[in-house]
T-cell receptor, first 115, second 116 residues
Framework: DAGVIQSPRHEVTEMGQEVTLRCKPI?????LFWYRQTMMRGLELLIY????????DSGMPEDRFSAKMPNASFSTLKIQPSEPRDSAVYFC?????????????FGPGTRLTVT | AQSVTQLGSHVSVSEGALVLLRCNYS??????LFWYVQYPNQGLQLLLK??????LVKGINGFEAEFKKSETSFHLTKPSAHMSDAAEYFC??????????????FGRGTQLTVWP
């Protein structure tokens, strides 16, 4: 089975540019999570979806960040305009919320560098 | 909200020595608990999980963790460290009910270094 797929794996962009990160969750999973990891702040939850509906976006740092999940197999995280402080590794994770214990499966991450 | 505390951001052991990584959580109800491992330039990988079936949980790569409700702890151990265990380890707790069901709360992580 394919795991969580993220693209691109690496992104280098200039300040002010729009950045779009993509995620394909594991087939059959109904929850999706976007995280950001930096040395300073560790692993932060940005937003999560359940059945394609955003449940909690309180971790989204600013209005420059937005996330969508148009269907069960695809999600995007967009930063517009990007700033150097957005440089981080962004992870997508998915899980199945049902009669289970909600372990999350992580993608390989997108390393974003904003110059 | 839940919180997780990992004591010691860095732990160093010699190859063959006991590995002990500490995790304490705050929860008013029995939670679900997890340990994840992150190797350099990779995503987090599930190591083991506690789901209330047994207090001693065995995971991959020889790791195990014991749930102690009285101490609100879920420490990770391995009897004999291997060089390949060098990585960052994250403890996480999940709500077992409520509106935030399924959300994981992560500790800050512990970097494990294994010396030859």
């Amino acid at each position: 089975d394919a795991g969580v797929i993220q693209s691109p794996r690496h992104e280098v962009t200039e300040m002010g540019q729009e950045v779009t990160l993509r995620c394909k969750p594991i087939s059959g999973h109904n929850s999706l999570f976007w995280y950001r990891q930096t040395m300073m702040r560790g692993l932060e939850l940005l937003i999560y979806f359940n059945n394609n509906v955003p449940i909690d976006d309180s971790g989204m740092p600013e209005d420059r960040f937005s996330a969508k999940m148009p269907n069960a197999s695809f999600s995007t995280l967009k930063i517009q305009p990007s700033e150097p402080r957005d440089s981080a590794v962004y992870f997508c994770a998915s899980s199945f919320q049902g009669q289970g214990f909600y372990e999350q499966y992580f993608g390989p991450g997108t390393r974003l560098t904003v110059t | 909200a839940q919180s997780v505390t990992q004591l010691g951001s860095h732990v160093s052991v010699s190859e063959g020595a006991l590995v002990l990584l500490r995790c304490n959580y705050s929860s008013s109800v029995p939670p679900y608990l997890f340990w994840y491992v992150q190797y350099p330039n990779q995503g987090l990988q599930l190591l083991l999980k506690y789901t209330s079936a047994a207090t001693l949980v065995k995971g991959i790569n020889g790791f195990e963790a014991e749930f102690k409700k009285s101490e609100t702890s879920f420490h990770l151990t391995k009897p004999s460290a291997h060089m390949s265990d060098a990585a960052e380890y994250f403890c996480a707790v999940s709500e077992s009910g409520g509106s935030t069901l399924g959300r994981l709360y992560f500790g800050r992580g512990t970097q494990l270094t294994v010396w030859p």
